[in-house]
């Protein structure tokens, strides 16, 4: 069944139905096919598309601009330094101005104010592409990973370990509750998420029998998983903490112990990314050697096993997001 979410927002799922959600996953699914068989799409022909970054990304602001393009529109790159938002000008003068020249606005960013009054203000669609609070196109991406590895979502078992107070565990937990996915945080006490969403996210799940689950053992808490879920320990704005987390969360990294406990050998591995699996990189190099280690969140072996499904999962970013774009546009 069709929906029309012409001129809707995306600034977390929580303004989203189980049923339009799964729509945007058939489209995705369908614009995914169409993409392979080189059918060249036009549905968002004529149309600007203003791509705000206050932090910086790789996967979403190359997922907005490739499917942007490939379905006939223009994006615009505008970096932080690059506008006045909230500097010289309030964010609503922003988003007016904008609003009156682009057809559809992405953010991403710190506050998850600045979005609201972004979606406020802008009178055109506007996209969440990460807050501190929030990152609603990655959980698309991810559920649609889901599907292709399970055929369905409801009664699969999502378990999510690591930083369970940071945009991505409160994100799937609100997209597990409304999807029928049971979902699972293992992570310590002292990192688990905000009460009131909780407590909100098992009100969404009474309607499509999720169950949500909170634990702080990383033995018995990923037994039955489907899917082994993690993120950075650090999320970007965040980098003061990198000692504490290293402290809190080592019992909680993925590893072939913890993939031998879900004793599940269909089970498959997941991170938004990026990730520290190894030292090749610069940023990993300083901080893993800092704290004398070889990789954090997540092994190097289980990142590059037979389980990892992450280059699905950051493929997946760009039919997700095209299928957003062009249903609200
Ligand atoms: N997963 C994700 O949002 O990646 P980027 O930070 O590269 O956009
Ligand atoms: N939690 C991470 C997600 C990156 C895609 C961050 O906010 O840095």
Request: charged share 25%; aromatic share 8%; net charge negative.
């Amino acid at each position: 069944m069709a929906f029309n979410l012409k001129g809707r927002n995306l600034l977390t799922l929580k303004d989203y139905t189980k049923e339009e959600i799964d729509y945007l996953l058939t489209l995705a699914s369908d614009l995914k096919s169409k993409k392979r068989a080189g059918i060249k799409g036009n549905i968002l022909e004529g149309k600007n598309i203003a791509l705000i970054f206050e932090k910086p990304s790789t996967r979403t602001r190359c997922a907005f601009a490739v499917a942007a393009k490939d379905e006939g529109a223009m994006p615009e790159y505008l970096g932080k330094s690059d506008i006045q938002l909230g500097k010289k000008e309030t964010v609503a003068d922003t988003a007016r101005v904008l609003g009156r020249m682009f057809d559809g606005i992405e953010f991403r960013g710190y506050a998850h104010q600045t979005v609201e009054i972004l979606g406020e203000f802008a009178g055109v669609p506007v996209w969440n592409g990460l807050t501190d609070l929030y990152h609603p196109t990655q959980i698309l991406a991810d559920f649609l990973t889901l599907k292709e590895n399970f055929g369905k979502l409801e009664e699969t078992n999502l378990v999510y370990t690591g930083d369970g107070r940071n945009n991505m565990a409160n994100s799937l937990m609100v997209g597990s509750a409304i999807m029928g996915v049971n979902y699972t945080i293992v992570a310590p006490k002292s990192l688990w998420p905000e009460k009131e969403l909780v407590e909100e996210c098992r009100i969404l799940a009474e309607s499509s029998g999720a169950e949500i689950t909170l634990t702080a053992d990383p033995v018995k808490g990923v037994k039955g998983a489907d899917a082994i879920y993690t993120d950075v320990w650090v999320s970007m704005g965040e980098e003061e903490h990198f000692s504490e987390r290293i402290e809190q969360l080592t019992p909680y990294q993925v590893n072939m112990e913890m993939i031998k406990n879900t004793e599940n050998p269909d089970v498959i591995f997941l991170h938004c990314l990026p990730a520290y699996h190894n030292t090749e990189t610069e940023n990993g190099e300083k901080i893993l050697k800092e704290y004398g280690l070889k990789e954090m969140e997540v092994t190097d072996k289980v990142f590059e096993s037979k389980y990892s499904k992450v280059f699905d999962q950051a493929e997946n970013r760009m039919h997700t997001i095209k299928s957003v774009m062009t249903a609200t546009l």
